[in-house]
Nanobody
Framework: QVQLVESGGGLVQAGGSLRLSCVAS????????MGWYQQTPGKQRELVAT???????TYADSVQGRFTISRDNAKNTVYLQMNSLKPEDTAVYFC??????????????WGPGTQVTVSS
């Protein structure tokens, strides 16, 4: 059994910053890629940023230069530093991780999400 739990969401004014965290726990052999996604009502979940096990990162064009994804492999944790926040960043943010529970078995896991609201 694997669980992902996000934290750090909240209400912030435009131009402000938030730092999201996501901790993976349970029966973990190793963690491959990790990422953050956002979803607003009536829309599909969209990729925000990803980070590989080696630390390579990718970002959506809309957050490039404002958001930074990082990870602490010793703590099974991925972070999303969000700066210069805009009202359009308002969404539920979900953590995703590709996790091996054994050498032969792996799957994609999701956290329950954390709400980020940016006021204008």
């Amino acid at each position: 059994q694997v669980q992902l739990v996000e934290s750090g969401g909240g209400l912030v004014q435009a131009g402000g910053s938030l730092r999201l965290s996501c901790v993976a726990s349970g029966s973990i052999f190793s963690i491959n890629g990790m990422g953050w996604y956002q979803q607003t009502p009536g829309k599909q979940r969209e990729l925000v940023a990803t980070i590989s096990s080696a630390g390579s990162t990718t970002y959506a064009d809309s957050v490039q230069g404002r958001f930074t994804i990082s990870r602490d492999n010793a703590k099974n944790t991925v972070y999303l530093q969000m700066n210069s926040l805009k009202p359009e960043d308002t969404a539920v943010y979900f953590c995703n991780a590709n996790i091996r529970t054994t050498f032969w078995s792996r799957g994609d896991y999701w956290g329950p999400g954390t709400q980020v609201t940016v006021s204008s």
